[in-house]
């Protein structure tokens, strides 16, 4: 069964660094979207992505984020300068078709970011 | 501010038992509502999605049940298994936009 992949699992920064992390969404997906979890709390959304642009964003996603579909498998959300309260978990996902909002959207395994 | 409330926060049932989790929101105007799974550092995964004209939907053992009216919905466990514990998370999508607010959880732990 197809699925939702992540890399790394794992990545510890300092803050002030930049960090990318990387998503490879379901094939034949034409949504992508990044969300978060901080440690004990609930699942935030970030950003939608449709067609080579943002189509919605989070209070969240400020300037310091940034997405990007650089090639025709990779999805990936850059944070330019980590700051301590950006540890979390990242869940990237993705969803089919031509009615993005209705479906499925399934999850990747997450990149637990720690910030130092 | 779109809302979404799940109680209880968490329970203990014992294997073979049910147990039913609720949902309330307040997103609107409304256009899905979905119930997830998500095991301990994972991520989560669809169990059930319900449009505002379906009262419920069934996947396996779960049960979900839905009332747009009310802005309440259900998830019913049965003949529960270890396999069970876990986050259920109530997660609503409003027809305005493609982001999903979600609830933070029920923790459900089957003991034998």
């Known amino acids: 069964e197809p699925e939702v992949t992540q890399t790394p699992s794992h990545q510890v920064t300092q803050m002030g660094q930049e960090v990318i992390l990387r998503c490879v969404p379901i094939?034949?997906?034409?949504?992508f979207y990044w969300y978060r979890q901080i440690l004990g709390q609930k699942v935030e959304f970030l950003v939608s992505?449709?067609?080579?642009?943002?189509?919605?964003k989070s209070e969240i996603f400020d300037d310091q984020f940034s997405v990007e579909r650089p090639d025709g498998s990779n999805f990936t959300l850059k944070i330019r300068s980590t700051k301590l309260e950006d540890s979390a978990m990242y869940f990237c996902?993705?969803?089919?078709?031509?009615?993005?909002?209705?479906?499925?959207?399934?999850f990747g395994p997450g990149t637990r970011l720690l910030v130092l | 501010k779109n809302q979404v409330e799940q109680s209880p926060q968490s329970l203990i049932i014992l294997e073979g038992k049910n147990c039913t989790l609720q949902c309330n929101y307040t997103v609107s105007p409304f256009s899905n509502l979905r119930w997830y799974k998500q095991d301990t550092g994972r991520g989560p995964v669809s169990l059930t999605i319900?449009?505002?004209?379906?009262n419920t939907k069934s996947n396996g053992r779960y049960t979900a049940t839905l009332d747009a009216d009310t802005k309440q919905s259900s998830l019913h466990i049965t003949a529960s298994q270890l396999s069970d514990s876990a986050s259920y998370i109530c997660v609503v999508s409003g027809s305005n936009d493609y982001k999903l607010s979600f609830g933070a959880g029920t923790t459900v732990t089957v003991r034998a």
């Open positions: 319900m449009t505002f004209s379906e």
């Open positions: 992505f449709y067609n080579n642009e943002i189509s919605e």
């Open positions: 094939s034949n997906h034409l949504y």
């Open positions: 996902a993705s969803s089919g078709g031509a009615g993005g909002r209705g479906e499925t959207q399934y």
